[in-house]
């Protein structure tokens, strides 16, 4: 059986740009709505809300007033791969997968200053993305993934973890 190939979306980043979060590949949903963590479930954008909540994040209706939210915290957002062939949304699917090109877009976020990988998939491509991006100096963060499918963590783990890398970079 032949997969259909998949083609994940632009980068979501911009010259305030000072951390950058690596997904996998977008999940079926955020395929289909063009978005994000457009999973209802996925635990992103709430995350997001609760590391800044004097700030109201706009709901998930207004995705262009999201991404600006995103962009005035310092974030950046995109995945490891650019496409691949993959049947539903989990990472263990994911095949014949070809890699974003990170050097593309270093000259888009000049104060980039830390990398965070949501979830393992991403995170087996830490080396190869920062040395792309010409960033040696950078850590390697593999963050626990934001998605449903990660069940073995809870909201509070998952947000203590996310709120330590953001600490790190200077955006809380």
């Not at 949304?89 to 000049?110: G, H, M, W, Y």
Request: with cysteine; net charge neutral; charged share 20%.
């Amino acid at each position: 059986m032949s997969l259909r190939r998949l083609h994940g979306l632009p980068p979501l980043v911009g010259p305030d740009t000072r951390l950058l979060v690596l997904g996998s590949f977008p999940s079926l949903a955020s395929l289909q709505a063009q978005q994000y963590y457009a999973h209802p479930q996925n635990h992103f954008w709430k995350i997001l809300q609760a590391l800044w909540p004097q700030h109201l994040l706009p709901g998930p209706d207004e995705y262009e007033r999201r991404c600006t939210w995103l962009l005035a915290r310092g974030l950046g957002v995109w995945d490891v791969y650019a496409s691949c062939e993959r049947e539903g949304s989990l990472d263990t699917a994911i095949r014949n997968a070809e890699v974003n090109d990170f050097a593309a877009i270093k000259a888009q976020c000049p104060q980039l200053q830390l990398i965070v990988h949501n979830g393992g998939e991403s995170y087996k491509h830490a080396e190869l993305v920062r040395s792309s991006l010409g960033v040696e100096h950078f850590p390697l963060i593999k963050l626990p993934s934001t998605s449903p499918a990660n069940a073995s963590w809870s909201f509070e783990r998952k947000l203590e973890a996310w709120r330590a890398a953001m600490a790190q970079a200077g955006l809380l």
